[in-house]
């Protein structure tokens, strides 16, 4: 096996080849989509990409929203402009962690189970921000334990980085919607304060954006995931690459190549941040 496909088999990528002629084109994301202009990306391997050997993913399925079945049309819900929240007195970090364990400013409190607030090294360069904790990250309390949090982690190991060591991730919300259904635009503005103290305080080179509702809270835009992937953008003057949710991909395994190239795109462009 070569270096390439040993790569793409540790995140769970076959060959382009194994899907189905016309699957992916026939699905209604697909249908429904605008067309999209991408930025062509060199996703030629490098040396320092060599992926540790991972245990086969046994974990239960995740609570996360069915895609529509066939002939179903449903439009993509879009988040309203969200108010723009003046900054805070920058707390300290325990004393952050105690506000959002204690935070009862949204119905959310109501549901949860406990608070999400992150994990990793506070003082990492990379920045992950995904959407929302699903059921198993209210149970535990982290974000990323279920699934897609272990995709994710064979996806960090494949670039070299750990999540313990390389990066912290947190995620827009810090509670579980009910049912892991989508986050309304008065949660997000609830919680994001929280979101603006970790982003002060951890001071990241890059922020990679994990999914549609973290891109658009993020850069304040309605654009969809591609419509903004496979560009560099910022957020506050910090760079910021856009790419797929990990549960998304579990669901979409045809677009697990091009989460692939956005992680060799960041990885390329925090290598170039950091020689700056």
Same mark, same amino acid.
Request: charged letters at 20%; glycine letters at 8%; aromatic letters at 4%.
């Given at each position: 096996m070569n270096r390439a496909a040993l790569i793409q088999s540790v995140i769970g990528l076959g060959p382009s080849w194994e899907a189905r002629p016309g699957w992916f084109e026939q699905h209604p994301a697909a249908l429904n989509r605008p067309?999209?202009? !991408?930025?062509?990306?060199?996703?030629?391997?490098?040396? @320092?990409? /060599? *992926?540790? +050997? &991972?245990? /086969?993913?046994? @974990?239960?399925q995740p609570d996360v929203p069915l895609v529509p079945p066939p002939g179903v049309d449903i439009a993509p819900p879009v988040l309203p402009p969200l108010p723009q929240v003046q900054a805070s007195p920058l707390l300290e970090w325990d004393a952050l962690e105690r506000a959002v364990r204690d935070c009862r400013d949204c119905? !959310?409190? %109501? $549901?949860? $189970? &406990? $608070?999400v607030?992150?994990?990793?090294?506070? %003082? /990492? +360069?990379?920045?992950?921000?995904?959407?929302? *904790?699903g059921e198993q990250e209210d149970k535990q309390g982290q974000p990323f334990v279920g699934r897609a949090g272990q995709l994710l982690d064979n996806m960090l190991s494949a670039t070299g980085l750990d999540r313990d060591r390389d990066v912290y991730i947190a995620n827009v919300l810090k509670c579980r919607p009910p049912g892991n259904r989508n986050p309304s635009g008065d949660e997000i503005a609830t919680c994001q304060?929280?979101?603006? &103290? &970790?982003?002060?305080?951890? %001071? *990241?080179?890059?922020?990679?954006?994990?999914? +549609?509702f /973290?891109? %658009? $809270?993020?850069?304040?835009?309605?654009k969809?995931?591609?419509q903004l992937r496979g560009k560099l953008h910022s957020y506050q003057d910090i760079p910021l690459i856009v790419s797929y949710h990990p549960a998304y991909l579990l669901r979409n395994q045809p677009d697990k190549h091009k989460a692939w190239q956005d992680l060799i795109f960041a990885k390329k462009t925090f290598g170039r941040l950091s020689a700056d």
């Open positions: 067309p999209e202009t !991408l930025v062509a990306i060199d996703i030629e391997p490098e040396a @320092s990409l /060599a *992926p540790p +050997r &991972q245990d /086969a993913v046994t @974990s239960p119905r !959310l409190c %109501q $549901t949860r $189970t &406990q $608070t607030f992150g994990r990793g090294n506070k %003082q /990492a +360069r990379w920045l992950l921000i995904g959407e929302a *904790p304060n929280y979101l603006i &103290q &970790q982003i002060r305080h951890i %001071q *990241p080179t890059l922020i990679l954006a994990l999914g +549609r /973290a891109a %658009q $809270t993020l850069l304040q835009t309605e969809g995931i591609g």
